[in-house]
Every structure is written in C-alpha cells, then in structure tokens.
C-alpha cells in the first residue's frame, strides 16, 4: 500500500500529515511506521527536533502521481560491533539498491558512506 503520516507532537495543537509519500507491504504498514518515527525520535539528540507519534497511517488513493519515496531495507552486515577509536558502529547494506552505511553507537539512524551522501540516495529506488 501507498501511504502518509498523521503525526503529532507536543508543540502543535492539531495532529498533521506529511507530504511523503511511503510504500509498504499491507500487513506490516503500520509497523513499519511506527519504526520510522521511533527512528525520527531516536535521532533528536543528534540532530534536534520534538519527539513525535503516530497517529494514523493514512492509504493513498490509487492512481495519485505524485512520486513513491522508498526508505532502504536496511541489513546489518557486521555479527559484531566494530569500533574505530573510541567510536562503535555497525554496518549496513540496502537489500535493494545495495548502498552501504554505518550507524553508529546506540542509534537506529544510518549514516550512508561517501559516494551516496547526496540528498539524492535518501531514498531507495
Ligand atoms: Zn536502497
């Protein structure tokens, strides 16, 4: 199924839904959403932000144009923690489109390696 987010968070008064527009299989949709903003709230002491919940997902009407955005399908590809310095991390590759990345210490958030750090590779193909 195509869907958007209805998510709210403690600044806003009334809940509100995202322009992205993400693709998953029916059955575990909101599951996987659920994972995403857990993602997003995980990621706020790195990068800032109100720590958000879901609220609903919301199906996307079939035959909208508006471009899919696919996250990658990332897989650890490390059976133990690396560590460089004092810094731990664990590597990943996309199932689907094979970027590589690195997440770092405790957090969920991947950082993609050098050659797919353009805003172009944030989403899978
Ligand atoms: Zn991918």
């Known amino acids: 199924m195509r869907f958007r987010l209805k998510v709210k968070d403690d600044l806003r008064a009334e809940p509100w839904i ?3 527009i993400y693709e998953h299989e029916d059955s575990t949709a909101r599951a996987w ?6 993602q997003y709230n995980d990621g706020i002491p790195r990068f800032g932000g109100v720590p958000r919940t879901l609220v609903e997902i919301l199906p996307e009407p079939e035959g909208t144009s508006s471009p899919t955005k696919k996250p990658h399908e990332w897989e650890k590809t490390n059976a133990v923690t690396l560590q460089k310095g004092n810094r731990f991390y664990d590597t990943h590759t996309c199932k689907n489109c094979g970027i590589t ?4 210490g405790l957090s969920t958030s991947k950082k993609r390696d050098a050659p797919w750090r353009s805003v172009k590779y944030e989403f899978c193909k």
């Open 18 to 20: 995202e322009s992205t």
């Open 33 to 38: 959403a659920e994972d995403l903003v857990k």
């Open 101 to 104: 990345a690195k997440s770092f």
